[in-house]
């Protein structure tokens, strides 16, 4: 069967309706509003917390009764607990409210609110080992300390990719190995090549959170595996599980986590070291000869809003290297299941049921988008389908 590119366009084009669009576009407008909302917000608390000199009488007053320990736990906790407090309700906003307008959610208010004390207790483990880790450094280690942390964080991404499908996932959801599918034996072909382990495949019962469609490829070495959510398997077509498995595969094949892995460590140890230099310039209390744990406890909340305008700077160059992974992950999927038909189809319906914004903004884009917009990646499977016919008429 021969498609020229213009009918295939035409069909795909047509399909991606106006309406749901503008209201793909409403969808994600509102979130990022409530979501920059959000930071802002905390932004302003932060520099309020520094300006006034609050943050300087409560690092006094704990590092005057305890040593490292509890003053450097006592002070993360109490920005921690605090902070998110404060932006607890931009996340019910955010997480809850508009995906219950939009009808994605299938949580009750209090299941949203079990998981999100279940991520304040992970995340206060895990920025708590870092921010303990990085006081200790920035002491210690008082010239070098960025580096230091760079590789730190390094050490931390590995150790925590390991253990994210084993150990962190199974704590917001249910996953088993995926059994007796239609596809086993296609996957497991698809698995060999992409360098994973035939068991390699497991369902996720994220139906009882999300009407939402998707898969991923997480872990590391040992614990590397494709994720399929319920949702997935429910409702799409086997032909669109494959190719969809397939694009997982291609990323495991690329090695793209470790390139994420390594990009993103780039950019955080130039996003610190910038820190370093402009905290100097900022307050004369974070020069090296002056860094006392007081005076780093004092000045956290202004490297805190320094950094983050760091972190959201460099995110357009994390975002463009994961866009290329994305780009090479399809073209593997339609390589290895030469069915560029069933990749497009399942996009058209994104658009559609997911409210993906098939063309957003140029910046919109450059800010945002992990993955190119769905236009792109329909474009993309049109032109390797018509070379594909090319090569074959010849
Ligand atoms: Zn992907």
Known sequence: MFMTRASLTLAAEASIDPTTQERAKQYQRRKRVVSWASSVMLAIFLLAVYVSGLSTTIAEALTSRWGFWGSSISYFALIFIVTMLLRAPFDYKEDFLIEKEYGFSTQTPQGWLKDLFKGWILNFLILGIAALFTFWALQAIPKLWWLVVGLGYVLLVIVLGQLFPVLILPIFYKLKPLENH?????????????????????????????????????????????????????????????????????????????????????????????????????????????????????????????????????????????????????????????????????????????????????????????????????????????????????
């Not at 007081?294 to 972190?311: G, H, K, Q, R």
């Not at 992974?325 to 290895?336: G, I, K, N, V």
């Open 182 to 394: 239609p596809l086993q034996e296609k996957i497991e072909q698809f698995l060999k090549k992409g360098g994973l382990r035939a068991q390699g495949i497991y369902e996720m019962g994220a139906s009882e959170k999300t009407t939402k469609e998707n898969a991923m490829l997480a872990g590391l070495g040992q614990t590397k595996r494709v994720i399929l959510f319920d949702t997935l398997l429910r409702n799409r077509t086997p032909d669109e599980v494959e190719v969809v498995v397939a694009h997982e595969v291609g990323h495991s094949y690329h090695r793209h986590t470790w390139t994420l892995i390594f990009s993103q460590a780039l950019l955080f140890l130039i996003a610190i070291f910038v820190l370093d230099l402009v905290m100097v310039r900022l307050d004369p209390r974070f020069a090296p000869e002056q860094r006392t744990l007081t005076n780093i406890l004092a000045v956290l909340p202004l490297m805190l809003v320094v950094f983050s305008v760091l972190a959201f700077l460099l995110k357009p160059i994390t975002l463009f290297v994961s866009r290329r992974c994305e780009r090479q992950a399809d073209t593997f999927a339609l390589e290895a299941t030469e069915k560029p038909q069933a990749l497009i189809r399942f996009w058209v319906d994104m658009a559609r049921k997911q409210l993906s914004d098939a063309y957003p903004h140029p910046l919109i884009k450059l800010f945002y988008y992990s993955h190119p917009p769905l236009s792109e990646r329909i474009a993309l499977a049109e032109r390797w389908a018509q070379s594909r016919d090319r090569a074959r008429a010849l």
